[in-house]
């Protein structure tokens, strides 16, 4: 059964304290791995997708990586508003469907 | 704003009852895929369309039931609700070129299902 794992649950960070949010995942023949931000009451909002190991993804202060057996986002220099529930998904074997894992709530203060 | 509609944004209802969820895609998208959000279990997959057909079905409950119209809209029904039920009920799209493989889903706004 695929299983997705992010880490810590919860972050606070002060602005421009730089970080990074884990996932790893135990899956069957990934095709994809894609990181979602979601506010409160929202619908997740995508962000990433990364398909293959070494590969990278950047936009704004966000930098997704992957690895073989997981994949990080590191926020570089945060703001208050970069505060979201961020969110991790596996696509494997020949389904079509999304994992998430639970998610990270990252809090950013001013 | 992802291009995925759906409505109604809120729902309350009692227990017993049927409440149908309506959702718009991407134009241009042919999946559709449905989603429950709730506290203790997180995002989990429901069931996928593809241009009208069912696709992939996750652990739906028997008592719900979704369709996808010609004009590529979606519905979920959600029958004899029990307050379990309660969760937030997210729509997504794709463009279905590969059936849905690799492919970014977009999410809509949800529908915010109250059972009392």
């Known amino acids: 059964e695929d299983q997705v794992t992010q880490s810590p649950e919860a972050l606070r960070l002060q602005e421009g304290e730089s970080s990074s949010l884990n996932c790893s995942y135990t899956?069957?023949?990934?095709?994809?791995l894609f990181w979602y931000r979601q506010d409160p009451g929202k619908g997740p909002e995508f962000l990433f997708t990364?398909?293959?190991a070494g590969e990278e993804k950047e936009k704004e202060r966000l930098k997704a990586t992957l690895t073989k057996k997981e994949s990080f986002l590191h926020i570089t220099a945060p703001k208050p508003e970069d505060s979201a529930t961020y969110l991790c998904a596996v696509q494997a074997g020949d389904g079509n469907k999304l994992v998430f894992g639970a998610g990270t709530i990252l809090r950013v203060k001013s | 704003d992802s291009g995925v509609t759906q409505t109604p944004k809120h729902l309350i209802t009692a227990t017993g009852q049927r409440v149908t969820l309506r959702c718009s895609p991407r134009?241009?998208?042919?999946?559709v895929y449905w989603y429950q959000q709730s506290l203790d279990q997180g995002l989990q997959f429901l069931i996928q369309?593809?241009?009208?057909?069912?696709?992939a079905k996750g652990n739906i409950l028997e008592r719900f039931s979704a369709q996808q119209f010609p004009d590529l809209h979606s519905e979920l029904n959600l029958s004899s609700l029990e307050l379990g039920d309660s969760a937030l009920y997210f729509c997504?799209?794709?463009?279905?070129?590969?059936?849905?493989?690799?492919?970014?889903?977009?999410f809509g706004p949800g529908t915010r299902l109250l059972v009392l």
């Open positions: 997504a799209s794709s463009q279905g070129r590969s059936g849905g493989l690799q492919e970014t889903q977009y």
């Open positions: 990364l398909y293959s």
């Open positions: 899956v069957s023949g990934l095709r994809g």
């Open positions: 369309y593809y241009n009208g057909e069912e696709r």
């Open positions: 134009s241009g998208d042919l999946s």
